[in-house]
């Protein structure tokens, strides 16, 4: 079993839709990052966070340290929004990336 | 500000064929590390490095080497390139430690291909 599993692996929606992508870690962390990859292939970070909400424009990120649960959410997607979205949880000695969730969001 | 620069952008080997992925961040980031990224499988970690002057072994470290030159700079070597090793590579720099408790910044990756 991976230490952080993302859910669902690909996923397609119409323009203006409120999307959610969620992730699961079996480690223990002090903080969880959300990433982007653009189809040109560049990553960058998204969100860091260790408890709580936040929220950047129109993407939130949420965290349940109990139940060692995050999510992604976009409202109101665009299609600049379709990238691969990428969770990644702190290890004992390193950082766990999920596989990714490729998002498609069609005009 | 430039941010992690990485070169080659692209590169095509021949088996047992040598070459050097260059990094460098113009941050002052502390920590710098290499990460291989394959089809269905998350980013895992090449090699590490704390701080300057110090390199670790990640999760996939055989066939690879690296140098931390500076501050800035941190190389990734393949001495005998083999087809396992095709895959898209990418530098990442952090604040601290690679832990993840501060924030990564990514080069723009390099796609290379051993044939």
């Known amino acids: 079993k991976n230490e952080v599993e993302q859910s669902p692996q690909n996923l397609t929606a119409q323009e203006g839709e409120f999307i959610t992508i969620n992730c699961s870690y079996s480690?223990?962390?002090?903080?969880l990052h959300w990433l982007q990859q653009h189809p040109g292939g560049g990553i960058v970070s998204l969100f860091m966070?260790?408890?709580g909400k936040k929220k950047h424009g129109r993407l939130i990120a949420t965290i349940n340290i109990q139940e060692k649960h995050s999510s992604l959410h976009i409202t109101a997607s665009h299609p600049r929004d379709s990238a691969v979205y990428i969770c990644a949880a702190p290890g004992s000695s390193r950082l766990t990336f999920g596989e990714g969730t490729q998002l498609t969001v069609n005009p | 500000n430039a941010g992690v620069t990485q070169t080659p952008k692209f590169q095509v080997l021949k088996t047992g064929q040598s070459m050097t992925l260059q990094c460098a961040q113009d941050m002052n980031h502390n920590s710098m590390y290499w990460y291989r990224q394959d089809p269905g499988m998350g980013l895992r970690l090449i090699y590490y490095s704390a701080s300057e002057g110090t390199t670790d072994k990640g999760e996939v470290p055989n066939g690879y080497n690296v140098s931390r030159l500076n501050k800035r700079e941190f190389s990734l070597r393949l001495e005998s390139a083999a087809p396992s090793q095709t895959s898209v590579y990418f530098c990442?720099?952090?604040?601290?430690?690679?832990?993840?408790?501060?924030?990564?910044?990514f080069g723009n990756g390099t796609r290379l291909t051993v044939t």
């Open positions: 990442a720099s952090s604040e601290v430690d690679g832990r993840g408790n501060s924030p990564l910044h």
């Open positions: 966070l260790s408890s």
């Open positions: 480690v223990g962390i002090s903080a």
